[in-house]
C-alpha cells in the first residue's frame, strides 16, 4: 500500500514529467552567398545584381520541422521568448531540406547588409523557444560565419 507521502510525490511529480518542453536549440550557422545562376553556370537574366544565401546548420535528432525568423527583433536573446509583435519573416524549413550533409535554407534575393537569423525546432508536435541569433553581412559571393553586431 502507497503512503500518503509517496502518493503527493508521485502527483506532484507528473506535472514536471509531462510538461518538459523541446530545448532552445544551439543555432551555430554558416552561410554561403552565391549569385542567381542556372544550372549551366550562366547568370540569370535581370538577376545579375541579387543574390542568394544558402543557411546551414546542424540537423537535430527528432526535428520534425525548423522555422528561421529572419531579421526579427521581437525576440529576447536571454531567453528565446517572443517580445510583442512578429517584426520579421517567419520561414518554414522542412527536417529533411538538406546542403552537404546540413539542415539548410535557400535564400534567393537575399537583401545586402545585416541579415540576422534566429533558429527554432519542432519535436515531438512542440517548437522550442527561439535560438540566439547569427548575423551575416551579405556584400559579395563567398562563405561567412557568425558576426556580431
Known sequence: MMSTTTRLLSLLLVPLVTTASTDRPTFKATARVKQHMYRTGQLVDGEEHLLKAIIKWDP????????????????????????GAVDGDIIEVEADNFCGGQACHVMPGCPQGHNKFHLRVKMDGEWSAWSNYQNFDVKEPGNFDHEEL
Open 60 to 83: 537535430m535528432n527528432g526535428a520534425e520541422k525548423y522555422q528561421l525568423c529572419h531579421n526579427c527583433n521581437h525576440i529576447l536573446e536571454d531567453t528565446g521568448a517572443e517580445d
